[in-house]
Structures are given as structure tokens and as C-alpha cells.
């Protein structure tokens, strides 16, 4: 019968039963190739990182969960934490060019368990900055927030950090923050000049009105007369490199 359906539909008066299973064939392959391309496409964006979570935002940021506490410990880079000797007593942080770390989001899994040998992980924080395309400041934003989402689920110890740009941003660059948590931010890069350092206390304003957090943890320089300005607990770490020459 489907013989005969296949002879009327492709007009063809002898028409071979191992035509047909050649087409069977072709049809399947099609099906396991557009599979295998769906599956590469979302294995690309990482689509799975945020696989049942909650979103909001017009970009559709997951919403992370609040960090009541965190015991800080020492900072460490994540380009360092593989040559750490005390891990347990070390919160790995991603203030660092973006190219350092770039391979985590590219191959997430493989870096899990070297993350959970710490006391915990400031969340990742790829750059926004103020000359940066709006479209790329939106998606660095997000994959912030994938990341985030992600080592939550994975039962990781995570502060989360917390970035922005200019005032167009502050739009939807909390997306997905909770409220009544201990935060992070960083001044790197932010102090360089008058525009940039306005740009980043417009920015630490706002997230103390519409987040008020727990506390803010502050990675690199932040002058003592600054505290004043804002009604939260802050709490600053000199950067990496200012310890290490310290030291």
C-alpha cells in the first residue's frame, strides 16, 4: 500500500522498494541532523543554564536567589585559582579582563569541580562598559546572570556581583538581583576619570534605593569619604595585585 501511495505521488511507474527505504533514510538523517544543529545551537548560547528559572526583565534575566550572609575570607582570581593552596579559605572572584574567563562560559561543566574546592564564588562579571554597543553591554549582562543562576543550582556558595554602565542601563541592569542581599561590585576601571567615576556612584545610588542591599562588598579602591554618601554597610578588598605587591 505505501508502495503504491509513493507511485502515485511521485508519478513513477516502476518505482523500487529499496527507493523507498533510501528515502526512509534520507528523511531520518535529515531529522538527526537538524536535532544534532538544535542541540549545538543551544549548547552554543547556553540555553540551558537557565533551564526552569524564573525571568524578568524585558530581557528575561533569571532571578537569583538572596545571599543573607558571606564570610569573605581572601579574594582570588579566577585566572590564579588553579595554583590556590588553601581553596577552603579563598572566595574565587571574575574581576579580570573578560578574556581570562571567557573559556567558563564556553565550557562551564569542565570548571565546576575546581569551583566547589572553594569557600565560595564572586558570580561572574563580564565587562559593560560605557563605549561598549548596547547590544553587547544587554548580553554580557545576561550571561552574568545565566552564570550566576547556574552555580546557584549547582549548590555553589555564590555572592552575587553586580555591574552597570551609564544611566540607560540602570534600566535593566538589576534585572534579576534580588532584594535584601549582600552584594559585590568592583571600582576597576571606574575611577579613571570624572565620567567614569560618575557613572559608577549614579549607579551605586540606585542600587542601594532599589535593592537595599545587606551590605556591598567593593573590590578594589573606594575612598573612606564615600561611605557616607550611601546608608548601607560597605565593605572593601584592595584588588588582587595591590595585595599581591603588598604582600
Not at 72 to 86: D, M, T
Not at 103 to 123: A, C, H, Q, S
Not at 141 to 154: F, G, K, M, T
Amino acid at each position: 500500500m505505501f508502495l503504491s501511495a509513493m507511485h502515485n505521488i511521485f508519478g513513477m511507474k516502476f518505482f523500487r522498494e529499496s527507493d523507498v527505504f533510501h528515502i526512509q533514510e534520507s528523511v531520518l538523517t535529515y531529522r538527526m541532523q537538524t536535532l544534532k544543529m538544535t542541540f549545538n545551537k543551544m549548547r552554543h548560547f547556553n540555553w540551558e543554564l537557565t533551564e526552569n528559572a524564573e525571568l524578568y526583565g524585558q530581557f528575561d534575566m533569571p532571578i537569583l536567589r538572596p545571599v543573607r550572609e558571606a564570610a569573605i575570607g581572601k579574594l582570588i582570581p579566577f585566572n590564579e585559582a588553579s595554583r590556590c593552596r588553601n581553596p577552603q579559605e579563598c572566595l574565587v572572584h571574575f574581576y579580570i579582563d573578560d578574556y581570562r574567563f571567557e573559556r567558563v562560559w564556553n565550557n562551564y561543566m569542565k570548571y565546576l569541580p575546581m569551583l566547589r574546592r572553594f569557600k565560595g564564588v564572586i558570580t561572574p562579571d563580564f565587562s559593560m562598559y560605557l563605549d561598549m554597543p548596547l547590544p553587547q553591554q544587554i548580553e554580557n549582562c545576561w550571561r552574568n546572570r545565566c552564570l550566576a543562576y547556574w552555580l546557584q543550582e549547582q549548590g555553589i556558595n555564590v555572592l552575587l556581583s553586580v555591574g552597570w554602565s551609564d544611566a540607560e542601563s540602570l534600566k535593566w541592569a538589576f534585572d534579576g538581583i534580588p532584594e535584601n542581599s549582600v552584594l559585590s561590585v568592583t571600582t576597576q576601571g571606574c575611577l579613571r576619570d570624572h565620567l567614569c567615576m560618575q557613572a559608577f556612584l549614579n549607579g551605586m545610588h540606585e542600587l542601594v534605593r532599589r535593592k537595599h542591599p545587606l551590605k556591598i562588598i567593593v573590590y578594589g579602591r573606594f575612598p573612606e569619604i564615600w561611605k557616607k554618601r550611601f546608608s548601607v554597610e560597605i565593605e572593601i578588598h584592595p584588588c588582587y595585585s595591590e595585595e599581591k605587591w603588598c604582600a
